[in-house]
């Protein structure tokens, strides 16, 4: 059955849907310019929180839907199976159909590490990447340091009605199970991830209640966790890099930003000074000023010209 919703141009503003290895793979088109696909986050927060309108002024957004996050979209093995390699396969054949010949790539949070990975095993259509509140390594050391400046903004938060409710969150992430907990506490960490949630609450309340999540594991078909350090391969990537860091982000914060920008050759850094783990809701012009300069200088001269 061919579900293909592409039209004649692939990159056609709004929702494009085809197959893939039995799976609907969707992704979402807006704004014009040179493209820059987008992997957002979790494992299966829904792509709409990285919708970025000051960027999509400039260049062409194509958001991906990843695999996981859509009930025609999961794996056999669901909700396990979502390796960085598998997410990677997928994007190589999206940006394969969008017909130009290199994009750039941006991954926020968990998607930073697939968009590094990518850029490391598939980098032949990248003409840059943008590494958005990312680190070099999971697992333990990863864990502490977020565990740290959790313990920091509890220190700093200290007293504030609502912060039994975000580390009850926390508390809660190791024994989600399904698509109802993890959105739920997808939304509850949530204050922890602005630089200050509650002092703009009212603007940033409904971003907080249109989060959609999915519960993914990740763990891998045979239930071994996909754990990550990219410490040595980094330092032989050659696309054009770019790290981008809020200085108050508590799950991927500046001692990540910082490594990963010291690891890859000749990578540049922001550091979004007023920003957590969401800058380009927080920071939206600064975020999308650099990003846009990016682009422009790392594009292709066909690209510039569009």
Known sequence: MNRSLVQADPL?????????????????????????????????????????????????????????????????????????????????????????????????????????????????????????????????????????????????HAGHPGLPDVLAAFGAMSSISDDEQTEAVARGVLPSYFADYWGNEERLAPFRDAIRATYISGLDEDLRPDVIDDRVALKGLTVPALVVVGRHDVICGVRWGRELHELIPDSRLLILENSGHMGHIEEPELFADVIRGFVLETAAPQDEAA
């Not at 709004?14 to 969707?26: M, S």
């Not at 750039?104 to 840059?128: D, E, I, K, N, P």
Request: proline share 6%; charged share 15%.
């Open 12 to 156: 056609s503003l709004g929702t494009h849907i085809y197959e893939l290895a039995g799976l609907v793979q969707r992704y979402h088109v807006h704004g014009n310019g040179p493209v820059c696909v987008v992997h957002s986050g979790g494992p299966g927060i829904r792509w709409e929180y990285m919708r970025t309108p000051a960027l999509e002024k400039h260049l062409t957004m194509v958001y991906v839907e990843p695999i996981g996050t859509a009930e025609d979209s999961r794996l056999p093995s669901h909700p396990h199976g979502y390796t960085r390699e598998r997410y990677s396969s997928f994007l190589e054949t999206l940006i394969n159909r969008l017909g130009v010949p290199e994009v750039h790539l941006l991954g926020h949070s968990h998607g930073a590490f697939v968009a590094a990975y990518h850029a490391l095993h598939r980098a032949g259509q990248l003409a840059g990447v943008v590494l958005y509140d990312g680190a070099p390594v999971t697992g333990p050391e990863h864990a502490s340091e977020a565990g740290r400046m959790v313990e920091a903004f509890a220190a700093k």
